[in-house]
């Protein structure tokens, strides 16, 4: 895992012209066309590799991302706005290469695991794009967890709840295809989630190292440490391209470079997009 999200670090620096700028505005634009048309349309665009197979309909490969299952037109107009938000302010952090291999990845994944549980036997696999809105989010999340964005035009809630809700949907659902004789259903769920993993290993690794070490004595000691350290200067964090702080940018997020020779600061409009220092 670490090996290939160090790997995608390096193209996306050597690439940054790659991909498709502002991927996600055509992705829900198509969305709405397909919700608007799709019923008056003589062919389907899920992804269901039994059909790929048998009737060579190669175009669900692409176009299941296209596809929202939503019979209330209220939800269906709320989550395009949410998942342009987030699309949007994924490839502003990203960049446009970085943006682009995440969702390209989810496509592989979900397409080739498709393909190959099909080839094992197990029926009824098929994909739609809710399943790749649902990687945005965690990936949203991830990067933005104490963000508060208003659920449903009304709701305070930070993105780190958010989160958890949109986990515990997926596990719901998980267990409900299973519970129906349907796992192959249940693995195209899961299967753009491994892209998650691989682009915020490194994150992962953290959580657990802290979550290991969080009550030693001398992570307390560090701890009370950072908090004098922080009440003398005025922030504890200091982004080493821009220059803010937590302390004049308290909204930002904060986080240093394990690839980057030294201890180095970045904040979260630079975490992703700067030159390494050797």
């Given amino acids: 895992m670490s090996f290939l999200n160090r790997k995608i670090d390096e193209f996306c620096a050597r690439n940054r012209g790659f991909g498709i700028p502002n991927l996600i505005q055509y992705i829900v634009l198509g969305s709405a066309l397909y919700y608007m048309f799709g019923p008056f349309l003589p062919i389907g665009l899920e992804f269901v590799p039994a059909w790929v197979i048998e009737r ?10 296209f596809t929202i299952t939503s019979d209330n037109v209220l939800i269906f107009i709320l989550m395009l706005l949410f998942t ?3 699309g949007q302010a994924l490839e502003r952090t990203w960049g446009t290469a970085k943006f682009n291999l995440f969702y390209l990845g989810s496509m592989v994944i979900t397409v080739g695991v498709g393909f190959l549980v099909t080839a094992l036997g197990l029926p009824h696999y098929f994909a739609t794009g809710d399943f790749m809105h649902y990687s945005l989010l965690l ?22 709840y958010l989160a958890v809700i949109d986990v515990i949907y997926i596990i719901v659902l998980v267990h409900r295809y299973v519970s129906l004789g349907a796992p192959a259903v249940a693995i195209s769920l899961l299967a753009p989630l491994v892209v998650v993993m691989i682009f915020f290993w490194p994150d992962f690794l953290h959580l657990l190292k802290r979550g290991k070490h969080k009550t030693s004595k001398q992570t307390i000691n560090f701890n009370t440490a950072q908090r004098e350290a922080k009440k003398a200067k ?21 986080r240093y470079c394990s690839k980057c020779n030294g201890y180095h600061c970045y904040c979260s409009n630079h975490i992703n997009d700067h030159i390494h220092v050797e």
């Fill in 234 to 254: 005025g922030y504890l964090h200091k982004c080493t391209v821009c220059g803010e702080t937590d302390g004049t940018a308290p909204a930002l997020e904060f």
């Fill in 56 to 65: 060579f309909e190669i175009w669900r490969v692409f176009t299941y991302i």
């Fill in 139 to 160: 990936a949203f999340a991830l990067l933005y967890p104490e963000m508060e964005i208003r659920f449903m035009m009304v709701i305070p809630l930070k993105m780190k």
């Fill in 84 to 86: 342009y938000s987030i």
